[in-house]
């Protein structure tokens, strides 16, 4: 199983990127996906979460200017970002806690993506 995480990269304040992870492997379900990052010096924190039913849970930071979002049939979350500051830099990671075939629910991590906001 593996988590592929695209879409970060250089923008100006303001400005607003969208982050993909797509889930493959031998995946029977997707209980919980979300995003989390780490700003250097800083401790990884939770950005956004989604469950299999549709539940979504922000950060306060992010409340209001990020959005996630998944596609079941592709296996996959988005993260939609706007009003980018400069705090919101950082390696934003994919997190899933999926449940592989014919076994239990597995928490796996993707690799990370860097978000790099200027003013």
């Known amino acids: 199983v593996q988590l592929q995480a695209s879409g970060g990269g250089l923008v100006q304040a303001g400005g607003s990127l969208r982050l993909s992870c797509a889930a493959s492997?031998?995946?029977?379900?997707?209980?919980?996906m979300g995003w989390y990052r780490q700003a250097p010096g800083r401790q990884c924190e939770l950005v956004a979460v989604?469950?299999?039913?549709?539940?979504?849970n922000y950060a306060d930071s992010v409340k209001g200017r990020f959005t996630i979002s998944r596609d079941n049939a592709k296996n996959t979350v988005y993260l939609q970002t706007s009003s980018l500051r400069s705090e919101d830099t950082a390696v934003y990671y994919c997190?899933?806690?999926?449940?592989?075939?014919?076994?239990?629910?597995?928490?796996?991590w993707g690799q990370g993506t860097q978000v790099t906001v200027f003013q």
């Open positions: 989604i469950t299999s039913g549709g539940y979504t």
């Open positions: 492997g031998s995946i029977f379900s997707i209980n919980r």
């Open positions: 997190n899933g806690l999926l449940t592989i075939t014919g076994g239990s629910a597995v928490n796996y």
